[in-house]
């Protein structure tokens, strides 16, 4: 059995396929991405692999975990659980699957909120979970896959959070997000 095969067990044996598919289309997008900014494939395969590995527990499994480990809990996450995923999908990678490599632990980390002074990587996780999701709601995805400059990625991700707070989109907004929002607003 190769390692993706044991991460791909792992959502399965969990009753988590949807969520496996997901990812994998998440993996094709990033990958993708990673050709068009030279990154290293491998690593942004498994971490596209690993962001929502998480899917194994419910929010409040997460939760629990997230206050047993002491991690400081946004305001966000105090509400809505399910936001802790990406940190404890990092914590998975790492623990259950011996991922020590910081860039892809800080992309899973990251990938649904991103974070101020943000990585091409962890932008990269973050705008292939959003393109996966619906590649007509992210502003110049085909731009980005055309061109692949960092003012491009940029202006993605800046361009698909705009999106969310001028459509309502964002119940609670997490701290990193509104910090990488403002960051980005800024270049």
Same mark, same amino acid.
């Given at each position: 059995?190769? +390692?993706?095969?044991?991460?791909?067990?792992?959502?399965?044996?969990?009753?988590?396929?949807?969520?496996?598919?997901?990812?994998?289309? %998440?993996?094709?997008?990033?990958?993708?991405?990673?050709?068009?900014?030279?990154?290293?494939?491998? !690593?942004? !395969?498994?971490?596209?692999? *690993?962001?929502?590995?998480?899917?194994?527990?419910?929010p409040q499994e997460m939760y629990t975990l997230a206050k047993e480990r002491g991690l400081e809990i946004d305001p966000a996450e105090e509400k809505y659980?399910?936001?802790?995923?990406?940190?404890?999908?990092?914590?998975?990678?790492?623990?259950? +699957?011996?991922?020590?490599?910081?860039?892809?632990?800080?992309? %899973?980390?990251?990938?649904?909120?991103?974070? !101020?002074?943000?990585?091409? +990587?962890?932008?990269?996780? *973050?705008?292939?979970?959003?393109?996966?999701?619906?590649?007509?709601?992210?502003?110049?995805?085909?731009?980005?896959?055309?061109?692949?400059?960092?003012?491009?990625?940029?202006?993605?991700?800046?361009? *698909?959070? !705009?999106?969310? +707070?001028?459509?309502?989109?964002?119940? *609670?907004?997490?701290?990193?997000?509104?910090?990488?929002?403002?960051?980005?607003?800024?270049?």
């Amino acid at each position: 059995m190769t +390692f993706i095969d044991s991460i791909q067990n792992k959502y399965i044996s969990n009753n988590q396929q949807e969520a496996l598919h997901h990812v994998e289309a %998440v993996a094709e997008i990033a990958v993708g991405l990673a050709k068009t900014y030279n990154l290293d494939l491998e !690593k942004i !395969k498994l971490a596209a692999l *690993f962001h929502d590995i998480s899917a194994i527990m419910t929010p409040q499994e997460m939760y629990t975990l997230a206050k047993e480990r002491g991690l400081e809990i946004d305001p966000a996450e105090e509400k809505y659980h399910a936001l802790l995923h990406q940190r404890i999908s990092a914590i998975i990678a790492q623990e259950e +699957f011996g991922i020590t490599d910081a860039q892809i632990l800080q992309a %899973v980390e990251c990938h649904t909120t991103l974070k !101020k002074n943000a990585s091409v +990587f962890d932008k990269i996780i *973050f705008i292939a979970d959003k393109i996966s999701r619906d590649p007509k709601d992210v502003p110049q995805y085909d731009d980005l896959m055309q061109n692949g400059t960092a003012a491009m990625l940029d202006s993605a991700c800046y361009l *698909f959070i !705009k999106h969310q +707070f001028d459509n309502g989109l964002l119940v *609670f907004a997490h701290q990193w997000l509104l910090d990488a929002y403002e960051e980005l607003r800024n270049l």
